[in-house]
């Protein structure tokens, strides 16, 4: 039987996370990225979550079918395409018409984006139905729970072939209306943003915060471990999409937050943010 297949457009945090769990479950993946630079370290990114999974499930996992592009072309024919590119909705706004340009007539587009209204990605395309927010978390192949969005044009075809995706990958979700940030973003990114304020302060480093979070209200992580995770310049990206959208206060991004991109200090992704990392 032929594997089933998908693109993953942006390898990038999420997208590496994503094209990985989605060969994991089997698809055939073609990733792409207008930058190659982003498609060697994705290669890396993805062997160790790989090498992760196979730790984790203490057995050898399939080999991974992925290929990879810059060509956007390249995602002629997949069944679904999962949108991960950079969180600016001008350029993903740009974006769409071409990327409808290339694909069938019917090929579902999961927009994987923390905060733009999928609405406002649907209206640049002929086939408005075709877009669905699928809200993906990182490590994708460790958190079972999606945010899915249905915007108002969503067709129920749409809707289908991202169920179709998620139970091949053996997730669950939640699917909830289209408004910016959605649920996770609009409640998380004012909380990093103020956890961000408390560090800036002095009246606890990043470790105390989460510890709190963590032994105090029964979270797995802390928001500071999570902005690491996310990558502080999405983290900001998302603040600038959301103040765009709200006007309010709490989407303003703290000083302390830019300072940090303006450092390089992006989180894991550049080995230091909140706190340090060894490169694994
Ligand atoms: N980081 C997370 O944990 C997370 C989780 C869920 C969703 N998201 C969302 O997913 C998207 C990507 O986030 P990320 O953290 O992976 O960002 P990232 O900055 O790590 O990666 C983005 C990638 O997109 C590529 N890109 C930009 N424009 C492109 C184009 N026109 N064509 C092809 N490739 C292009 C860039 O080269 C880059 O490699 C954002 O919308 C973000 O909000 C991020």
Same mark, same amino acid.
């Given at each position: 039987?032929? $594997? *089933?297949?998908?693109?993953?457009?942006? =390898?990038?945090?999420?997208?590496?996370?994503? =094209?990985? &769990?989605?060969?994991?479950?089997?698809?055939?993946?073609?990733?792409?990225?207008?930058?190659?630079?982003?498609? %060697?370290? #994705?290669?890396?990114?993805?062997?160790?979550? +790989?090498?992760? #999974?196979?730790?984790?499930?203490?057995?050898?996992?399939?080999?991974?079918?992925?290929?990879?592009?810059?060509?956007?072309?390249?995602?002629?024919? !997949?069944?679904? !395409?999962?949108?991960?590119?950079?969180?600016?909705? %001008?350029?993903?706004?740009?974006?769409? *018409?071409?990327?409808?340009?290339?694909? =069938?007539?019917?090929?579902?587009? =999961?927009? @994987?984006?923390?905060?733009? *209204?999928?609405?406002?990605?649907?209206? +640049?395309?002929?086939?408005?139905?075709?877009?669905?927010?699928?809200?993906?978390?990182?490590?994708?192949?460790?958190?079972?729970?999606?945010?899915?969005?249905?915007?108002?044009?969503?067709?129920? #075809?749409?809707?289908?072939?991202?169920?179709?995706?998620?139970?091949?990958?053996?997730? +669950?979700? !939640?699917?909830?209306?289209?408004?910016?940030?959605?649920?996770? @973003?609009?409640?998380?990114?004012?909380?990093? @943003?103020? $956890? &961000? $304020?408390?560090?800036?302060?002095?009246?606890?480093?990043?470790?105390?915060?989460?510890?709190?979070?963590?032994?105090?209200?029964?979270?797995?992580?802390?928001?500071?471990?999570?902005?690491?995770?996310?990558?502080?310049?999405?983290?900001?990206?998302?603040?600038? !999409?959301?103040?765009?959208?709200?006007?309010? %206060?709490?989407?303003?991004?703290? *000083?302390?937050?830019?300072?940090?991109?303006? +450092?390089?200090?992006?989180?894991?992704?550049?080995?230091?943010?909140?706190?340090?990392?060894?490169? @694994?």
């Amino acid at each position: 039987m032929t $594997a *089933p297949t998908i693109g993953v457009l942006g =390898a990038g945090v999420i997208g590496s996370s994503v =094209a990985h &769990a989605a060969a994991a479950a089997g698809y055939a993946v073609t990733l792409v990225d207008s930058d190659a630079t982003a498609l %060697d370290t #994705a290669r890396t990114t993805i062997r160790r979550h +790989q090498r992760l #999974a196979t730790l984790l499930g203490g057995t050898r996992t399939r080999k991974l079918d992925i290929r990879s592009s810059t060509n956007l072309a390249a995602l002629t024919g !997949v069944e679904l !395409v999962v949108e991960n590119t950079t969180e600016s909705e %001008d350029a993903k706004r740009a974006l769409y *018409p071409e990327l409808e340009r290339v694909l =069938a007539a019917d090929t579902t587009i =999961a927009a @994987n984006t923390s905060a733009v *209204p999928i609405g406002r990605l649907a209206e +640049q395309l002929t086939n408005p139905g075709r877009v669905v927010g699928v809200h993906f978390m990182n490590p994708v192949d460790r958190i079972d729970m999606v945010e899915v969005v249905r915007g108002k044009a969503s067709s129920d #075809a749409a809707m289908a072939d991202v169920d179709t995706m998620l139970r091949r990958m053996g997730k +669950q979700s !939640v699917v909830v209306e289209d408004a910016a940030g959605f649920v996770i @973003n609009r409640i998380l990114m004012p909380v990093v @943003n103020l $956890a &961000a $304020a408390i560090v800036s302060d002095k009246v606890a480093t990043p470790s105390q915060v989460d510890d709190l979070f963590k032994g105090c209200l029964g979270h797995k992580s802390g928001p500071l471990r999570t902005a690491d995770l996310i990558g502080i310049d999405t983290v900001v990206h998302t603040l600038e !999409v959301l103040h765009d959208h709200y006007g309010t %206060d709490e989407f303003v991004t703290h *000083p302390a937050l830019r300072r940090m991109v303006d +450092q390089g200090l992006l989180g894991i992704k550049s080995g230091r943010g909140f706190y340090s990392y060894d490169g @694994n």
